[in-house]
């Protein structure tokens, strides 16, 4: 059974940074694609950043330059760097992991297993 654990949340000003991650158990994330998704309070939840088995990336229009997504196989973890962080980024964070490893969309119905989230507020 896949397992994934988000942590890394806060609150921050307007301009600040975080860094969130993502550890997994269960499996070897080298096998997975793996994601970063987001849902704020009366929306959908909407794909952040996602990145392969081969290190591809697919990063969403509304953080591009800003949010930078990244992997570390040998220690299961994924990890999402946030800079210059607007209030707009306030939502729940979520980590996904999927079996299509060379998969790189930010389709959140493909991904399969995801974790309870963290929370991301920024102030203005």
């Known amino acids: 059974q896949v397992q994934l654990v988000e942590s890394g949340g806060g609150s921050v000003e307007s301009g600040g940074s975080l860094r969130l991650s993502c550890v997994t158990s269960?499996?070897?994330?080298?096998?997975?694609?793996m994601g970063w998704f987001r849902q704020a309070p009366g929306k959908q939840r909407e794909g952040v950043a996602v990145?392969?088995?081969?290190?591809?990336?697919t990063v969403a229009d509304s953080v591009k330059g800003r949010f930078t997504i990244s992997r570390d196989n040998d220690k299961n973890m994924l990890y999402l760097q946030m800079n210059n962080l607007k209030p707009e980024d306030t939502a729940m964070y979520y980590c996904?992991?999927?079996?299509?490893?060379?998969?790189?969309?930010?389709?959140?119905?493909?991904?399969?297993?995801w974790g309870q989230g963290t929370q991301v507020t920024v102030s203005s």
């Open positions: 996904a992991a999927d079996g299509k490893w060379w998969f790189a969309s930010l389709k959140r119905w493909e991904f399969a297993y």
């Open positions: 269960g499996t070897t994330i080298s096998r997975y694609a």
């Open positions: 990145i392969n088995n081969a290190g591809i990336t």
